[in-house]
């Protein structure tokens, strides 16, 4: 049964840091791409960081170019989002999701599996 658990969510000020981590289990096949999502209240879930597993490549939108950086280490099955200079606009639940097949990498609507997400608050 495929699994995906993330930790490392919490309350922080303005300007922090934050590594969130997504540890995969249950997939006896590869998958395409791996990323982060994150969905505020009242807004539509988005993709934050996405990483293809064929060839690495990343997708970041503009809110978070800069700031956020996505990371694997495939012995552990695990995904990290290093977040940095953390805005109050960052407060969401974040949720790494999974699409099996390739496609477009980051689209919440492409996704196949998802964790049970993280809230992240950002507050003075």
């Known amino acids: 049964q495929v699994q995906l658990v993330e930790s490392g969510g919490g309350l922080v000020h303005p300007g922090a840091s934050l590594r969130l981590s997504c540890t995969v289990s249950g997939f006896r096949e590869g998958y395409y791409s791996i990323g982060w999502f994150r969905q505020a209240p009242g807004n539509a879930r988005e993709g934050v960081a996405c990483?293809?597993?064929?060839?690495?490549?990343?997708y970041y939108p503009e809110s978070v170019k800069g700031r956020f950086t996505i990371s694997r280490d495939n012995a552990k099955n695990t995904v990290y989002l290093q977040m940095d200079s953390l805005r109050p606009e960052d407060t969401a639940v974040y949720y790494c999701?999974?699409?099996?097949?390739?496609?477009?990498?980051?689209?919440?609507?492409?996704?196949?599996?998802w964790g049970k997400g993280t809230l992240i608050t950002v507050s003075s």
């Open positions: 999701g999974v699409r099996r097949t390739y496609g477009a990498m980051c689209r919440p609507s492409n996704m196949d599996h």
């Open positions: 990483v293809a597993t064929t060839d690495g490549s990343t």
